[in-house]
């Protein structure tokens, strides 16, 4: 069975940091690009970051840029997600997300097929 | 980045109603648009690629269509579990951004 399971949530005060994973089973990791989402209490979907299936290339939405930093192990297969210097507005229940594709006529489609049931972060003191 | 707005935000339907949401980007992202599912308490669901490829699996009664700014998920007769909020995301960059969802409840 496909499946990916997030770890490493908790509370954490303002300023600190935190180290979230993300275990990947039932699939080939190292073909898939993988992707974090992040949805904060009550409000919708926000893409925080990506990295493709070899880690040689990485992408940060502009309010993590720079805080936060997205890896993998392939020999592991896991993904990981450093949070460093938390705010309050960080607060949220991150998910984990395969990026799948599908080629259409020469042109590459890219979406969020496989998601973790989530782990909860809280920043507050 | 590309901003994606939907409409509505929240929409009252009835079990057998046809339910249309839109979804609309702030510039042309061609063909480059999903539609997710989510329920409460729950992660998202994949439903559509392409605009209008349905994941497998999913069914029949929803459908997607559109390109450049403007898309659209419909639903052709709403089913007791298709009550739930619906989220359009676009991947024309590689700065994803999802639509702000349209909750779909019961009437």
């Known amino acids: 069975e496909v499946q990916l399971l997030e770890s490493g949530g908790g509370l954490v005060q303002p300023g600190g940091s935190l180290r979230l994973s993300c275990a990947a089973s039932?699939?080939?990791?190292?073909?898939?690009?993988m992707r974090w989402v992040r949805q904060a209490p009550g409000k919708g979907l926000e893409w925080v970051s990506a990295?493709?299936?070899?880690?040689?290339?990485?992408y940060y939405a502009d309010s993590v840029k720079g805080r936060f930093t997205v890896s993998r192990d392939n020999s592991k297969n896991t993904l990981y997600l450093q949070m460093n210097s938390l705010r309050a507005e960080d607060t949220a229940i991150y998910y984990c997300?395969?990026?799948?594709?599908?080629?259409?006529?020469?042109?590459?489609?890219?979406?969020?097929?496989?998601w973790g049931k989530g782990t909860t972060v809280t920043v507050s003191s | 980045d590309i901003q994606m707005t939907q409409s509505p935000s929240l929409l009252s339907a009835s079990v057998g109603d046809r339910v249309t949401i839109t979804c609309r980007a702030s510039?042309?992202?061609?063909?480059?648009l999903s539609w997710y599912q989510q329920k409460p308490g729950k992660a998202p669901k994949f439903l559509i690629y392409?605009?209008?490829t349905l994941q497998s699996g999913v069914p029949s009664r929803f459908s997607g269509s559109g390109s450049g700014t403007d898309f659209t998920l419909t639903i052709s007769s709403l089913q007791p579990d298709d009550f739930a909020t619906y989220y359009c995301?676009?991947?024309?960059?590689?700065?994803?951004?999802f639509g702000q969802g349209t909750k779909v409840q019961i009437k």
């Open positions: 997300a395969r990026s799948g594709v599908t080629t259409v006529a020469s042109i590459f489609y890219y979406y969020m097929d496989v």
């Open positions: 039932g699939f080939t990791f190292t073909t898939y690009g």
């Open positions: 990295i493709s299936n070899d880690a040689g290339t990485t």
């Open positions: 510039q042309s992202i061609s063909k480059f």
């Open positions: 392409a605009a209008s």
């Open positions: 995301q676009q991947s024309s960059t590689s700065a994803w951004t």
